[in-house]
Each structure stands twice: as structure tokens, then as C-alpha cells.
């Protein structure tokens, strides 16, 4: 069956545009992830929704990230006024409803973002 | 949650099998042990996760210290598509229903000769 789909696969900007990151969940999946990667660093946790409710917003990094899901299915992350910094790999994962801590999380295989 | 502290790196052969360590001191009652690898320009793959029992499926065993304070991932026969870095992740029961995602480490980066 599909997987987790991320579009775009590769997006490249001019600082201080505005870009949409999009992630489609596996039919079903009730709970989705954001994290992001940066080049030589961990996974860092963004938000997560369970339907489209976002419980905790704490870990985006700035006022600059908001995220949105509607339908209980596609989420996009927008991030405004793009820096440098905020160059990275964004990875969405989504996972059954239940319990959880016990539920894997599949994940797409990111959207690249580079800040010119 | 509480922390894990694996190995940087390790290497084996083609065909062998492979244990991945994962060391978790202070883990607690309620802390479920995970598993994911990450292949080389891929998202995370789930592929194990257990709590006090040992664990097998279709990829891999999860073999847990009786004290519950170590773990050991077991590839039973590696293949070149097994390179990865692997990461042990901790997730509390407790602890914010999953709302606060996994907490990945800097994992484990096994290297598969032929």
C-alpha cells in the first residue's frame, strides 16, 4: 500500500520567501508527526496532531512555523520568512489511533529545503 | 524520557549476524525500549519495540537485559541493504500520550562489508 507522501521531494529559496511543506498520511493514520533534520544533527520533534487538533505547539522553533491539518488527513507546515538557518531535511511520520507510544510511526522520506 | 547511549559506530560482514547495543540505566517501569534505522537519504523505518520480554519479528530480534537496563537489537543474517544508523529510543507510557514525539540520539551508523 502507499506510504507516507512528502511533497516537494527538493525545494530551494531565496531567504525571506514564504514556503508550504506537504505531507499526506497512510489512509487511516489519525496521528501525524513534523520533525526536521539538519545537515549532521538528530531528529527534532516538531508537533504533532492527533485528528486535526495540535495539543502541543511548544517545539516548533519560532513564530515563523505554523502547521495545519484538515480532514484529519494532508498537513502542511508553512514556514514564513524563510532564514538560513531553517535549511534542513522535514520529515513527516504518521501512525494508527490508540495508544500512542505503541504505535510505530512510518515516515516519508522528507522534503530537502535549502535557504539560498 | 529517559536517556540512551549507543555505540557511534560499528562494522560487520555480509551475512553475518549483527548485535547492536543500547545502553538505558535509568530507565523506568513504564519505559517502552524502540527501535528505528534511518537508510541513507530515507526517513526513519520502525523496526522493533518490546518492554520486558524479548521480541521477534520479520526484521529483527529485540533481546532485553533481566534488569531491563540494556538492550541488544539482533540482525540475524546482514545484508548490504542492513547499512544504517540505528537508534534506541526510550518512550514512556506516561509521558505525554505521544504527544511529544520520538526523541532520537545520534544513533549508531552500522557499516556492512561484503
Known amino acids: 500500500g502507499a506510504g507516507v507522501s512528502q511533497s516537494p521531494s527538493n525545494k530551494v529559496t531565496e531567504k525571506g520567501k514564504d514556503v508550504e511543506l506537504r505531507c499526506d498520511p497512510i489512509?487511516?493514520?489519525?496521528?501525524l508527526y513534523w520533525y526536521r533534520q539538519s545537515l549532521g544533527q538528530g531528529l527534532e520533534f516538531l508537533i504533532y496532531?492527533?485528528?486535526?487538533?495540535?495539543?502541543?505547539k511548544s517545539g516548533l522553533p519560532s513564530d515563523r512555523f505554523s502547521a495545519e491539518r484538515t480532514g484529519g488527513s494532508v498537513s502542511t507546515l508553512t514556514i514564513q520568512r524563510t532564514q538560513q538557518e531553517d535549511s534542513a531535511v522535514y520529515l513527516c511520520?504518521?501512525?494508527?489511533?490508540?495508544?500512542?507510544?505503541?504505535?510505530?510511526?512510518?515516515f516519508g522520506d522528507g522534503t530537502r529545503l535549502s535557504i539560498l | 524520557d529517559a536517556k540512551t547511549t549507543q555505540p557511534n559506530s560499528m562494522e560487520s560482514n555480509e551475512e553475518e549476524p549483527v548485535h547492536l547495543p543500547c545502553n538505558h540505566s535509568?530507565?523506568?517501569?513504564?519505559?517502552?525500549i524502540h527501535w528505528y534505522r534511518q537508510l541513507p537519504s530515507q526517513g526513519p523505518e520502525y523496526v522493533i519495540h518490546?518492554?520486558?520480554s524479548n521480541v521477534n519479528n520479520r526484521m529483527a530480534s529485540l533481546a532485553i537485559a533481566e534488569d531491563r537496563k540494556s538492550s541488544t537489537l539482533i540482525l540475524h543474517r546482514a545484508t548490504l541493504r542492513d547499512a544504517a544508523v540505528y537508534y534506541c529510543?526510550?518512550?514512556?507510557?506516561?509521558?505525554?500520550?505521544?504527544?511529544?514525539?520520538?526523541?532520537f540520539g545520534k544513533g549508531t551508523h552500522l557499516i556492512i562489508q561484503p
Open positions: 511520520a504518521s501512525s494508527l489511533a490508540g495508544q500512542p507510544i505503541l504505535q510505530p510511526q512510518h
Open positions: 489512509s487511516g493514520h489519525t496521528a
Open positions: 496532531f492527533q485528528g486535526n487538533s495540535a495539543p502541543d
Open positions: 535509568t530507565i523506568s517501569g513504564t519505559d517502552y
Open positions: 518490546g518492554l520486558t
Open positions: 529510543i526510550l518512550r514512556d507510557v506516561y509521558s505525554g500520550g505521544g504527544a511529544d514525539g520520538l526523541t
